[in-house]
């Protein structure tokens, strides 16, 4: 099962910074956070992960509390071709269990 | 970089053949690729993970007669569905891993999209 939590879907305006949250509350120390997304019929894009820091790539910003029980991914600036649903992901780094399980996702729709 | 290429795209063939998916990683080295399935709707559920040079590792539930995976060398793995049926029409994705046991991401194929008449 996923351990994550996320909104089913979000609304953004075109160029309007897009904030989806993230509930990991039973993150443990050894676990990271993923951020994926998938545009319709493609495979999930990688976008950012972090452990404990924030984090930011020319695609997108990382927020995660100190508490690491949750996150919050940035788009600062929405555009239509980031209507996708994204996922965020915990998953163990220094063990065998290197698989991704996707939960549900959240669906951004991105509107002029 | 970390490209991940799939063959073919989509695919539609007769129920009771058997369908090749290959995954390639196209400019690095993968010890390990994932195979998932996904229904339309719904999210990716992961089949098995390939190791090379060993046998896959699957997920409960799927069947390893019915799916096979070979991952013969670093960068080529491939899922063979055997005698498909209409059931196992579905959206297959494959990923890559750079390097085992690092923080480093997966990075996924565009998928495959499998029809069984």
């Known amino acids: 099962d996923a351990k994550t939590t996320q909104p089913t879907s979000m609304d953004c305006a075109e160029g309007r910074a897009a904030n989806l949250p993230c509930n990991h509350s039973?993150?443990?120390?050894?676990?990271?956070v993923y951020w994926y997304r998938q545009i319709h019929s493609q495979g999930p894009q990688y976008i950012i992960h972090?452990?404990?820091n924030n984090e930011t790539n020319e695609m997108a910003s990382l927020i995660i509390t100190e508490d690491r029980k949750s996150s919050t991914l940035i788009l600062p600036h929405a555009t239509l071709r980031d209507t996708a649903v994204y996922y965020c992901?915990?998953?163990?780094?220094?063990?065998?269990?290197?698989?991704?399980?996707f939960g549900t996702g959240t669906r951004l729709l991105v509107s002029p | 970089g970390a490209v991940v290429s799939q063959h073919p795209s989509w695919v539609i063939c007769k129920s009771g053949t058997s369908v090749k998916i290959e995954c390639r990683s196209l400019?690095?080295?993968?010890?390990?690729m994932f195979w998932y399935r996904q229904f339309p709707k719904q999210s990716l559920m992961l089949m098995a993970t390939?190791?090379?040079?060993?046998?896959?590792?699957?997920e409960q539930g799927v069947e390893k007669d019915k799916f096979l995976i070979n991952h013969a060398s670093l960068t080529l793995s491939t899922l063979t569905v055997t005698s498909a049926h209409p059931e196992d029409s579905s959206f297959y994705i494959c990923?890559?891993?750079?390097?085992?046991?690092?923080?480093?991401?997966?990075?996924f194929g565009d998928g495959t999209r499998l029809s069984i008449l």
């Open positions: 972090g452990l404990k």
């Open positions: 990923s890559a891993l750079v390097t085992f046991g690092s923080s480093q991401p997966q990075h």
């Open positions: 400019d690095f080295q993968a010890t390990t």
């Open positions: 992901i915990v998953r163990e780094r220094n063990t065998g269990f290197q698989k991704l399980v």
């Open positions: 039973t993150i443990s120390g050894n676990e990271y």
């Open positions: 390939s190791n090379e040079g060993s046998k896959a590792t699957y």
